[in-house]
């Protein structure tokens, strides 16, 4: 943006060296955690995807190290061939343990060599001392492989019913067995979850007879500090190989279970004197930073600026081609 005369030029100078420690916080701020956040294996559901079939991205998330409390959000985006795919926030439990992030289901599989790609904090609004690893990405042809003849195989869960409390994690075993003698990689999902809760499958892809161990994490906070709502939830697990499809369904039950429930129902209570209600806690107070408030106003103060000076040049250009 040219800008006329030497005074704006030391002006502008000025301004861009105090906006300059305020530029560089923006992108690795002074406050808040520091988390190195890291995009693991990444795989497609089906593998070996045939033309023609609904495709699904999993990539397995993680935080390698940090300086704060967890459970800790972070958002994921994804990307095919170069085009968005998928946007979301995954709610970590615990340092060094892998969440599923999934993404996609819009695309059919055409033939041809395809690179999904998936990036950890991707508006850089996180204190991430390494961005190296907040990228991964993979490629996978569609058609490499045909199905075996006869393909086929069967899933179960043991149990098929858990009862958590928030933050508790309760967990499943998944059994894939095959049936005949023709075997493929099948690849599992977990599908049914409110916001805020994450899984992982402990292997999360094999080829049968395959043992996995599903973990649900349920936090005290969702997603933003959200309540975890309680109730029973029918999950959906999905295993897919090449154009096979099975799926299985557990339940999961956030909250007492219903033989507790019942227990406490039944249980005659004790008649007690009421008590006088306590003092009420009071309402959380909204803490604004100090640093975020600064750069807003230098930064409105910048832009305010730089237009006042082009509006002034184009005044005085239009001028001297009206008095020529």
């Known amino acids: 943006m040219p800008i006329a005369g030497r005074p704006h030029w030391a002006t502008m100078m000025a301004l861009l060296a105090i906006l300059a420690p305020f530029h560089w916080a923006l992108g690795v701020p002074p406050w808040g955690t520091t988390t ?3 995009i ?3 795989w497609t559901l089906p593998p070996d995807p045939p033309p023609g079939v609904p495709v699904l991205f999993l990539a397995e998330v993680s935080a390698s190290r940090s300086d704060g409390e967890f ?5 994921i985006a994804a990307y095919l061939d170069g085009y968005p795919i998928g946007l979301g926030r995954l709610l970590v439990p615990a340092l060094n343990t892998s969440v599923i992030f999934w993404a996609g289901g819009g695309w059919n599989a055409t033939p041809g060599t395809h690179r999904v790609r998936f990036i950890a904090d991707p508006r850089s609004v996180c204190n991430d001392p390494d961005r190296t690893n907040n990228v991964g990405e993979a490629s996978f042809e569609v058609g490499a492989r045909t199905t075996p003849p006869g393909l086929d195989f069967s899933i179960s869960a043991d149990p098929d ?9 309760p967990s499943y075993t998944i059994s894939v067995e095959p049936k005949g003698n ?3 990689a099948v690849a ?3 599908l049914g979850l409110p916001e805020g809760i994450s899984y992982y499958f402990d292997p999360p892809f094999g080829e049968p007879p395959l043992k996995s161990k599903l973990t649900i994490y349920v936090p005290e906070r969702g997603i933003g500090g959200a309540p975890i709502r309680m109730g029973e939830y029918r999950l959906t697990i999905l295993a897919m190989a090449s154009g096979t499809l099975r799926r299985a369904t557990i339940a999961l039950d956030i909250g007492p279970s219903a033989e507790t429930t019942t227990a406490i129902a039944t249980t005659p209570s004790a008649t007690t004197a009421p008590r006088p209600a306590g003092p009420q806690a009071p309402a959380p107070a909204i803490k604004i930073s100090f640093y975020r408030a600064a750069l ?3 930064a409105m103060a910048f832009i ?3 237009a006042y000076y082009a509006f002034k040049e184009r005044r005085t250009k239009a001028s001297a081609e009206g008095a020529g």
């Open 161 to 169: 019913r858990r009862s958590a409390m928030p933050g508790e994690t």
């Open 182 to 184: 023709s075997t493929a």
């Open 188 to 190: 599992l999902i977990l």
């Open 304 to 306: 305010a600026l730089a």
């Open 71 to 75: 459970p800790q959000e972070v958002s």
């Open 40 to 42: 693991g294996r990444i």
């Open 296 to 298: 807003l106003a230098f």
């Open 36 to 38: 190195d956040w890291r």
